[in-house]
C-alpha cells in the first residue's frame, strides 16, 4: 500500500512537476537618474482621435510609476524553462484606439493568435518592423473586422503605423509562456515555475535588456530586481 | 441636322460660361497680403482665356451652321490667301496675350518667391512626411537645432531627427502638429520634406507650394484674418496621400505668445 502511494507521488512528480514544486519568481522594475520628458502628442491632424482624449496622451516610450517603477518592460524566463511547445488556443488581441496603440506593448507565444482591431473612425495602417519574422503591413478602414497573424519565430518587433506617425508600440514574441508585463508598480511576477536554473531576461524598449541567474529548489517565492539606468535625453 | 449641332455648340458654351461668369464657384476669401494680387491675376486670366474660349466656340458653331448640308459636290471654300497668314496671325495674338499675362503675373508671383523675407519675418520650418505636417519653432534662443536624419524616431516624437542631447539649439526648440501663426506679421516658411514629394497648400492663403525632397524650399507670407485653416498635401505622396493635413491656425499676436509659451511648457 505505502509503496503504491509513494509510486502514485514518484508518478506525479514525473508528469507534472509543477503540481508538486511550483517556484515563483517575483520583483520589481525600476530606473535609476532622470528618464527624459515624455512629450504630449499632437492629434490635431486626425480630430476623429484628438476628441477621444480630455487630455493630450504623451508618448509612451518610458512609462514610470511611484518609487521609480518602470512600467512596460517585459520579464521572461529566457533559458532554463524547456519550451512546453504549447501554444496559447487564446487569442492576443492588439487594439488601435484613439490613434494609440493598446496595450503598448504586447507579449505573444511564437504562433499564437494575434487579432489587431480597428476601433477608431478612421483608417490605420499597421506596419510591425519585423525582421527575423516576415514582415507586412496592413491597411485597416474603420469597421472592417480584426487582422488576424501568427509570428512563428522569437523576436521584438517594433510597431508604427504608416498613417499616423506617432503611433508606436511593441510586439514581444516568445517562445515561453513564462513572461509577465510590468505594471505600474513595476511588479511583476513569473509564477508555476518546477524546480530548475532559470535564467530571467527583462527587456525595455529604450534602455535594453538586463538578465539574471535564479535557481528554483522548490516550493519558494524568489525575488529579483532589475534597475535600469534611465536616459535624460 | 448641322444647324441644331451649331446652336448646340453654342449653348453649351454659353451654360458653361455662365458659372464662371456670375463666380458660382469662386475661392473662399483671401487672408493673406500677396492674395489680392493674385485674385486680380487669375480673374485677368480666366477673362481672357473665357473670352478666347467663348470666340473659338462661337466661330466653331457660325462655321458649322455655314456649310452644314453642303451637297457633296459643292466644292470646298478656301480661306483667301490661304490659312498660312490666319495661323501666323492666331500665334502672335495669342502668344501676346500668353506673355502679358505672364509678364504681368510674375509681380503677383515674385512677392511670394523672389522677394527676400521682412526682417522681422517670423521663421518656421515645415516638414512634410508620410503623411503628417510637423513645424518646428526655433525657440526663445531664435536658433534651429540641426537636422539628422539617423536621429529621426516618430515613435519618440523625435519627428525632425534633433539631438538634443549633444545639440543645445535644439533642445528649445518647439514641435507642433499644427500651424499656429500670428496675424498681421510675416511668415518665412522653409519647408523640407522628409521622405518623398509632397505639397503646402492653403487655399485662402493663395499658397500652393511642392516640398521637393533634398531641397530645402522658402516661401513667405502675411495672414491678416485670425482663425483656422485647413493645410493639405496636394502632391500624391502615397497611400495615406488623403489624410495628409494639418491646420493653419492664426492668431492675435497675444495668443500667439501664449501658445507658442504653452507648448514651449511641454
Excluded at chain 1, 67 to 85: C, I, T
Excluded at chain 2, 18 to 28: A, H, L, Q, R, S
Aim: hydrophobic letters at 40%; aromatic letters at 10%; proline letters at 6%.
Amino acid at each position: 500500500m505505502r509503496t503504491k502511494q509513494m509510486l502514485l507521488a514518484l508518478l506525479t512528480l514525473l508528469v507534472c512537476p509543477s503540481l508538486m514544486f511550483a517556484g515563483t519568481v517575483s520583483g520589481k522594475v525600476t530606473y535609476t537618474g532622470t528618464p527624459a520628458k515624455q512629450k504630449p502628442i499632437d492629434m490635431s491632424k486626425e480630430p476623429s482621435c484628438a476628441k477621444q482624449h480630455a487630455t493630450p496622451v504623451t508618448n509612451e516610450t518610458v512609462v514610470t510609476g511611484p518609487n521609480n517603477a518602470l512600467e512596460n518592460v517585459v520579464v521572461y524566463v529566457s533559458s532554463g524553462a524547456p519550451d512546453d511547445g504549447q501554444v496559447p488556443t487564446q487569442a492576443v488581441t492588439y487594439e488601435q484606439k484613439g490613434c494609440q496603440y493598446i496595450p503598448h506593448v504586447l507579449v505573444m507565444h511564437t504562433n499564437q493568435e494575434l487579432k489587431i482591431t480597428n476601433e477608431d473612425q478612421t483608417s490605420h495602417n499597421i506596419h510591425p518592423l519585423a525582421k527575423v519574422n516576415r514582415e507586412w503591413n496592413k491597411s485597416q478602414p474603420p469597421g472592417t473586422p480584426p487582422i488576424v497573424e501568427k509570428y512563428d519565430k522569437e523576436e521584438f518587433i517594433s510597431v508604427k503605423c504608416n498613417v499616423h506617425p506617432w503611433m508606436h508600440g511593441y510586439f514581444a514574441v516568445l517562445k515561453t509562456s513564462h513572461y509577465d508585463v510590468s505594471k505600474g508598480s513595476g511588479d511583476f511576477k513569473l509564477p508555476n515555475l518546477p524546480p530548475g536554473k532559470y535564467t530571467i531576461t527583462a527587456w525595455h524598449e529604450d534602455y535594453g535588456t538586463q538578465t539574471a541567474d535564479v535557481t528554483i529548489t522548490g516550493n519558494e517565492t524568489k525575488d529579483v530586481n532589475f534597475t535600469f539606468k534611465a536616459k535624460a535625453y | 441636322m448641322g444647324k441644331i449641332f451649331a446652336v448646340t455648340i453654342a449653348i453649351i458654351a454659353i451654360l458653361s460660361a455662365v458659372p464662371i461668369v456670375m463666380n458660382y464657384w469662386g475661392p473662399p476669401a483671401d487672408v493673406s497680403t500677396h492674395g489680392p494680387a493674385i485674385d486680380e491675376q487669375m480673374h485677368e486670366t480666366m477673362w481672357e482665356a473665357g473670352i478666347s474660349f467663348l470666340a473659338a466656340q462661337f466661330v466653331l458653331a457660325l462655321f458649322v451652321w455655314q456649310f452644314a448640308g453642303r451637297g457633296k459636290n459643292d466644292k470646298l471654300k478656301t480661306f483667301p490667301g490661304g490659312a498660312k497668314g490666319l495661323v501666323i496671325a492666331a500665334f502672335l495674338l495669342v502668344g501676346t496675350e500668353i506673355l502679358a499675362l505672364g509678364v504681368i503675373g510674375q509681380k503677383a508671383w515674385a512677392t511670394v518667391y523672389f522677394a527676400p523675407p521682412d526682417k522681422n519675418a517670423l521663421t518656421i520650418q515645415a516638414q512634410a512626411g508620410q503623411f503628417a505636417f510637423y513645424f518646428r519653432y526655433p525657440g526663445p534662443d531664435g536658433k534651429f537645432g540641426a537636422i539628422h536624419p539617423d536621429k529621426i524616431d516618430e515613435g519618440n516624437q523625435n519627428f525632425f531627427g534633433l539631438d538634443p542631447e549633444h545639440d543645445v539649439d535644439s533642445r528649445d526648440d518647439i514641435i507642433a502638429g499644427e500651424l499656429a501663426i500670428p496675424v498681421n506679421r510675416q511668415i518665412n516658411l522653409m519647408m523640407h520634406s522628409k521622405d518623398v514629394g509632397h505639397s503646402f497648400y492653403v487655399r485662402e492663403l493663395r499658397i500652393q507650394q511642392d516640398f521637393v525632397p533634398g531641397l530645402d524650399l522658402a516661401v513667405h507670407f502675411t495672414a491678416t484674418k485670425t482663425g483656422q485653416y485647413e493645410i493639405v498635401c496636394t502632391q500624391l505622396c502615397g497611400l495615406g496621400h488623403y489624410n495628409m493635413k494639418a491646420y493653419l491656425t492664426v492668431l492675435s499676436q497675444e495668443d500667439f505668445d501664449k501658445w507658442l509659451k504653452d507648448k514651449a511648457a511641454q
